[in-house]
């Protein structure tokens, strides 16, 4: 039986690990220890101090925020 696709901002995970070469869990501490900055703020960060790409960023903190509100992502 196939799996279903993943969606939403996790899609971008598998990605993120080979190209950043840290774990997901280690990107979402990271970007947890800077709340409560605003969004756009922790994808600066990410971008200007980790040279990730706008869509990644975007990504991670998207989900980071989703897991602190308790909501599930995608």
Do not use: C
């Amino acid at each position: 039986m196939a799996s279903e696709p993943i969606k939403g901002t996790a899609s971008y995970f598998p990605s993120i690990e080979k190209k950043y070469g840290r774990s997901i869990d280690a990107w979402l501490l990271m970007v947890r220890k800077r709340l409560p900055a605003k969004h756009m703020e922790l994808v600066a960060i990410l971008k200007n101090e980790h040279g990730m790409g706008h869509g990644h960023a975007n990504a991670l903190v998207a989900h980071a925020v989703q897991q602190m509100r308790g909501k599930p992502s995608g």
